[in-house]
């Protein structure tokens, strides 16, 4: 059972901050010029994210993020 645990996926962190500011995951694949399966996949944990795509996202969290101080 205690392998159970650790086994579990991770969220990807960006995933809670699209779902804070009501951004759905088909803009965000949109964005990434991905499939939506795909990134829905890779932000619930359930695959890993490669580097290049990772970086695409965390640019748009910073994108985001810029959109609401102003």
Known sequence: ME???KAKP???PARNIF???DIPLTEVSR???LNYSYVCSMLAGS???PPH???K????VNSVEEQIVR
């Open 3 to 5: 392998k159970l645990k």
């Open 10 to 12: 991770n969220a990807h």
């Open 19 to 21: 779902r804070i500011n």
């Open 31 to 33: 964005a990434l010029k």
């Open 47 to 49: 695959r890993s994210v």
């Open 53 to 55: 795509i990772d970086l």
């Open 57 to 60: 996202i965390k640019e748009l």
